[in-house]
Protein backbone atom coordinates (compact mmCIF):
# COMPACT_ATOMS: atom_id res chain seq x y z
CA UNK A 1 0.00 0.00 0.00
CA UNK A 2 1.91 2.97 -0.96
CA UNK A 3 1.78 5.80 0.97
CA UNK A 4 1.55 9.23 0.47
CA UNK A 5 3.08 10.47 -2.79
CA UNK A 6 4.15 14.03 -3.67
CA UNK A 7 5.32 15.29 -7.01
CA UNK A 8 7.79 17.01 -7.54
CA UNK A 9 10.40 16.21 -4.66
CA UNK A 10 11.85 19.99 -5.84
CA UNK A 11 10.40 22.68 -7.38
CA UNK A 12 12.72 25.93 -8.64
CA UNK A 13 10.68 28.71 -9.87
CA UNK A 14 11.79 32.61 -10.46
CA UNK A 15 9.83 35.06 -9.04
CA UNK A 16 6.36 35.65 -10.54
CA UNK A 17 6.26 32.09 -12.07
CA UNK A 18 3.49 29.79 -11.26
CA UNK A 19 4.30 26.68 -8.72
CA UNK A 20 1.61 23.83 -9.11
CA UNK A 21 2.42 20.70 -6.01
CA UNK A 22 0.90 17.91 -6.44
CA UNK A 23 -0.14 15.50 -3.56
CA UNK A 24 -1.89 11.63 -4.58
CA UNK A 25 -3.60 10.09 -0.78
CA UNK A 26 -2.67 6.86 0.19
CA UNK A 27 -5.08 4.70 -1.20
CA UNK A 28 -8.83 4.40 0.47
CA UNK A 29 -8.41 7.83 1.86
CA UNK A 30 -9.99 10.88 0.92
CA UNK A 31 -9.20 13.52 2.71
CA UNK A 32 -6.69 15.86 2.41
CA UNK A 33 -4.50 18.37 4.25
CA UNK A 34 -1.77 20.76 3.28
CA UNK A 35 0.63 22.08 5.40
CA UNK A 36 3.85 24.46 4.95
CA UNK A 37 7.05 24.51 6.61
CA UNK A 38 8.92 27.49 6.69
CA UNK A 39 12.79 27.72 7.47
CA UNK A 40 13.36 27.47 11.33
CA UNK A 41 9.59 27.47 12.30
CA UNK A 42 7.18 24.72 12.68
CA UNK A 43 4.20 23.37 10.07
CA UNK A 44 1.53 25.39 9.83
CA UNK A 45 -1.62 24.28 8.48
CA UNK A 46 -2.66 25.75 5.46
CA UNK A 47 -6.01 23.93 3.98
CA UNK A 48 -8.26 20.45 4.54
CA UNK A 49 -9.94 19.19 1.40
CA UNK A 50 -12.10 16.10 0.54
CA UNK A 51 -12.78 15.32 -2.54
CA UNK A 52 -14.22 18.13 -4.35
CA UNK A 53 -14.95 20.35 -1.61
CA UNK A 54 -12.69 22.78 0.59
CA UNK A 55 -13.42 22.09 4.31
CA UNK A 56 -11.36 24.23 5.99
CA UNK A 57 -8.87 26.97 4.17
CA UNK A 58 -8.01 29.17 7.51
CA UNK A 59 -4.57 28.44 7.25
CA UNK A 60 -3.71 29.68 3.25
CA UNK A 61 -3.06 33.06 2.23
CA UNK A 62 -5.98 34.97 0.79
CA UNK A 63 -4.23 36.06 -2.65
CA UNK A 64 -2.13 34.21 -4.82
CA UNK A 65 -2.77 30.72 -3.22
CA UNK A 66 -5.55 27.66 -3.93
CA UNK A 67 -5.65 24.56 -3.86
CA UNK A 68 -8.15 21.86 -5.35
CA UNK A 69 -9.18 17.99 -4.47
CA UNK A 70 -10.88 16.81 -8.07
CA UNK A 71 -13.16 13.80 -8.25
CA UNK A 72 -10.71 12.21 -10.37
CA UNK A 73 -6.76 12.79 -9.81
CA UNK A 74 -4.51 13.95 -7.37
CA UNK A 75 -4.82 17.25 -5.13
CA UNK A 76 -3.29 20.52 -6.45
CA UNK A 77 -1.80 23.21 -4.31
CA UNK A 78 -0.76 25.95 -6.98
CA UNK A 79 0.85 29.44 -5.89
CA UNK A 80 0.51 32.12 -8.61
CA UNK A 81 3.02 34.90 -9.26
CA UNK A 82 5.70 33.44 -6.50
CA UNK A 83 7.72 35.51 -4.27
CA UNK A 84 11.09 34.42 -2.72
CA UNK A 85 8.71 34.59 1.06
CA UNK A 86 7.31 31.13 -0.87
CA UNK A 87 10.45 28.97 -0.24
CA UNK A 88 9.81 26.72 1.90
CA UNK A 89 8.42 22.56 1.98
CA UNK A 90 4.72 21.95 1.73
CA UNK A 91 3.73 18.63 2.86
CA UNK A 92 0.88 16.94 1.83
CA UNK A 93 -1.43 14.31 4.28
CA UNK A 94 -4.33 12.68 4.13
CA UNK A 95 -6.73 10.49 6.29
CA UNK A 96 -9.50 7.66 5.48
CA UNK A 97 -12.77 8.89 5.23
CA UNK A 98 -15.29 8.45 8.59
CA UNK A 99 -14.54 10.95 11.12
CA UNK A 100 -11.14 11.94 9.29
CA UNK A 101 -8.37 13.37 11.41
CA UNK A 102 -10.06 12.81 14.54
CA UNK A 103 -10.31 8.85 15.32
CA UNK A 104 -7.53 8.15 12.26
CA UNK A 105 -3.82 9.37 12.12
CA UNK A 106 -2.93 11.72 9.63
CA UNK A 107 -0.32 10.45 7.01
CA UNK A 108 2.26 12.65 5.73
CA UNK A 109 4.27 12.45 2.31
CA UNK A 110 7.83 13.48 1.91
CA UNK A 111 7.03 17.02 1.16
CA UNK A 112 7.82 19.18 -2.05
CA UNK A 113 10.51 22.12 -1.01
CA UNK A 114 9.61 24.89 -3.15
CA UNK A 115 12.99 27.30 -3.92
CA UNK A 116 12.34 30.61 -5.61
CA UNK A 117 15.63 32.42 -7.05
CA UNK B 1 -5.86 30.08 19.70
CA UNK B 2 -4.28 26.82 20.03
CA UNK B 3 -0.17 27.07 20.49
CA UNK B 4 1.67 23.82 20.87
CA UNK B 5 5.31 24.01 22.56
CA UNK B 6 8.22 21.38 22.90
CA UNK B 7 10.97 21.22 25.33
CA UNK B 8 13.45 21.14 24.99
CA UNK B 9 14.44 22.40 21.65
CA UNK B 10 17.72 20.05 21.02
CA UNK B 11 19.25 17.04 23.11
CA UNK B 12 21.96 14.89 23.20
CA UNK B 13 22.15 11.69 24.98
CA UNK B 14 24.39 8.56 24.86
CA UNK B 15 23.01 5.28 23.43
CA UNK B 16 20.87 2.87 26.25
CA UNK B 17 19.73 5.92 28.26
CA UNK B 18 15.91 6.48 28.61
CA UNK B 19 14.62 9.74 27.64
CA UNK B 20 11.25 12.13 27.96
CA UNK B 21 10.18 14.74 25.60
CA UNK B 22 8.12 17.35 26.37
CA UNK B 23 5.11 18.74 24.96
CA UNK B 24 2.46 21.15 26.32
CA UNK B 25 -0.63 23.12 24.72
CA UNK B 26 -2.74 25.73 25.29
CA UNK B 27 -6.05 25.09 24.58
CA UNK B 28 -7.07 21.80 26.59
CA UNK B 29 -10.14 21.07 23.79
CA UNK B 30 -8.24 18.69 21.01
CA UNK B 31 -9.37 15.91 19.86
CA UNK B 32 -6.60 14.12 20.04
CA UNK B 33 -2.33 14.14 20.19
CA UNK B 34 -0.32 12.98 17.66
CA UNK B 35 3.54 12.54 17.72
CA UNK B 36 5.56 12.44 14.97
CA UNK B 37 9.62 11.71 13.63
CA UNK B 38 10.99 13.58 10.50
CA UNK B 39 14.30 12.97 9.84
CA UNK B 40 16.39 15.30 7.77
CA UNK B 41 14.63 16.18 4.78
CA UNK B 42 12.19 13.96 4.61
CA UNK B 43 8.20 13.52 5.75
CA UNK B 44 7.04 13.08 8.77
CA UNK B 45 6.18 9.24 9.93
CA UNK B 46 3.35 9.33 13.09
CA UNK B 47 4.57 7.49 16.22
CA UNK B 48 1.62 7.33 18.34
CA UNK B 49 -2.13 8.74 18.43
CA UNK B 50 -3.71 9.37 21.48
CA UNK B 51 -7.30 10.16 21.59
CA UNK B 52 -8.99 12.55 23.77
CA UNK B 53 -10.39 9.92 25.62
CA UNK B 54 -7.07 8.00 26.63
CA UNK B 55 -4.41 8.72 29.18
CA UNK B 56 -1.63 6.90 27.38
CA UNK B 57 -0.49 4.81 24.20
CA UNK B 58 2.21 2.64 23.20
CA UNK B 59 4.29 0.84 20.25
CA UNK B 60 7.58 -0.89 21.30
CA UNK B 61 10.45 1.54 23.47
CA UNK B 62 7.57 4.28 22.65
CA UNK B 63 5.14 5.92 25.36
CA UNK B 64 3.22 8.34 24.70
CA UNK B 65 0.87 10.09 27.58
CA UNK B 66 -1.67 12.90 27.49
CA UNK B 67 -3.29 15.08 30.10
CA UNK B 68 -5.36 17.13 28.90
CA UNK B 69 -6.71 19.03 32.16
CA UNK B 70 -3.01 20.44 32.45
CA UNK B 71 -2.40 20.51 28.75
CA UNK B 72 0.92 18.07 28.39
CA UNK B 73 2.02 15.20 26.62
CA UNK B 74 4.75 13.24 26.81
CA UNK B 75 6.82 11.32 24.81
CA UNK B 76 9.22 8.54 26.81
CA UNK B 77 11.75 6.90 24.77
CA UNK B 78 13.07 3.28 26.35
CA UNK B 79 16.56 1.99 25.34
CA UNK B 80 17.43 5.00 23.07
CA UNK B 81 19.66 4.11 19.72
CA UNK B 82 21.86 6.21 17.08
CA UNK B 83 18.76 5.26 14.72
CA UNK B 84 16.50 7.19 16.93
CA UNK B 85 17.99 10.54 16.00
CA UNK B 86 15.96 12.76 14.54
CA UNK B 87 13.73 15.60 15.04
CA UNK B 88 10.19 14.77 17.31
CA UNK B 89 6.90 16.60 16.61
CA UNK B 90 4.06 16.61 18.79
CA UNK B 91 0.47 17.77 17.19
CA UNK B 92 -2.99 18.56 18.43
CA UNK B 93 -5.85 18.62 16.22
CA UNK B 94 -7.94 20.89 16.34
CA UNK B 95 -11.32 21.83 17.91
CA UNK B 96 -12.97 21.51 14.90
CA UNK B 97 -11.33 18.46 13.94
CA UNK B 98 -9.56 19.91 10.57
CA UNK B 99 -6.11 20.77 11.26
CA UNK B 100 -2.95 19.87 13.51
CA UNK B 101 -1.26 22.51 14.96
CA UNK B 102 2.30 21.64 15.97
CA UNK B 103 5.08 22.14 18.32
CA UNK B 104 8.61 23.36 16.68
CA UNK B 105 10.17 19.70 17.54
CA UNK B 106 12.65 18.15 19.97
CA UNK B 107 15.63 17.57 17.52
CA UNK B 108 17.27 14.30 19.38
CA UNK B 109 20.58 12.90 18.45
CA UNK B 110 21.83 9.59 20.59
CA UNK B 111 25.57 9.17 20.30
CA UNK B 112 27.02 5.47 19.98
Known amino acids: NAGVMQNPRHLVRRRGQEARLRCSPMKGHSHVYWYRQLPEEGLKFMVY????????ESGMPKERFSAEFPKEGPSILRIQQVVRGDSAAYFC???????????????FGDGTRLSIL | KQEVTQIPAALSVPEGENLVLNCSFT??????LQWFRQDPGKGLTSLLLIQSSQREQTSGRLNASLDKSSGRSTLYIAASQPGDSATYLCAGLNQAGTALIFGKGTTLSVSS
Open chain 1, 49 to 56: LQKENIID
Open chain 2, 27 to 32: DSAIYN
Open chain 1, 93 to 107: ASSPPGLAGINQPQH
